[in-house]
């Protein structure tokens, strides 16, 4: 038996080693952005709506007459 036997067989079984880790990497990768993104995402709606000074879902305009204070949640 020479390695020209086993060379094919070698290759095959790293190909798919290579094709395994790939798929598992994107599998966990898409988690964890899925995951990050959850987190962002109100910070960035937030940042966006205190940019462009309407609110990104029901396009209400801020007031710039009173804004929210710590401890007061808009109630008088």
């Known amino acids: 038996m020479s390695i020209e036997t086993y060379a094919p067989l070698v290759t095959a079984i790293f190909c798919l080693g290579l094709l395994v880790g790939y798929l598992w990497g994107r599998k966990d990768g898409k988690q ?14 937030r940042r966006q709506v205190l940019i462009k ?24």
Not at 32 to 45: S, V
């Open 53 to 76: 000074g309407t609110c990104i879902t029901c396009g209400r305009k801020l007031s710039e007459e009173s804004p929210p204070q710590a401890g007061n949640l808009g109630t008088n």
């Open 32 to 45: 964890e952005g899925f995951t990050l993104g959850f987190a962002y995402a109100p910070l960035e709606m």
